[in-house]
């Protein structure tokens, strides 16, 4: 019932840029976190970027000043842009976020499907 479709994803040189989007949708009550998180190969998966609803940012100690997270106005839509692009950051980069489907609900973490980001000369 809750959607979170990532897109942005491909092949670029080391020193390029990229802006990877995800669009969050169905049956929301109300989201809280946003997050952004990669796979990169021989690694676990690691949390990169995550934006508050009041919008405090918070960053992977290794992307900082190089990553911005953040949202469109109307909340559902969340961002990674992604400067200065090295080989490392090769990798499945997932969204997430934190959400109540209702009143009652609890809050669940959703999860996207992930897209790819090959940072190759």
């Known amino acids: 019932q809750v959607q979170l479709v990532e897109s942005g994803g491909g092949l670029v040189q080391p020193g390029g840029s990229l802006r990877l989007s995800c669009v969050i949708s169905?049956?929301?009550?109300?989201?809280?976190?946003m997050r952004w998180s990669r796979q990169t190969l021989g690694k676990q998966r690691e949390l990169v970027a995550a934006?508050?609803?009041?919008?405090?940012?918070n960053y992977l100690d290794s992307v900082k000043g190089r990553f911005t997270i953040s949202t469109d106005d109307v909340g559902n839509t969340v961002y990674l842009q992604i400067n200065s692009l090295k080989p490392e950051d090769t990798g499945v980069y997932y969204c997430?976020?934190?959400?109540?489907?209702?009143?009652?609900?609890?809050?669940?973490?959703?999860w996207g499907q992930g897209t790819q980001v090959t940072v190759a000369s």
């Open positions: 934006i508050t609803g009041g919008g405090s940012e």
């Open positions: 169905g049956r929301i009550y109300n989201i809280y976190d």
């Open positions: 997430s976020a934190l959400i109540k489907t209702s009143f009652d609900d609890t809050v669940s973490e959703y």
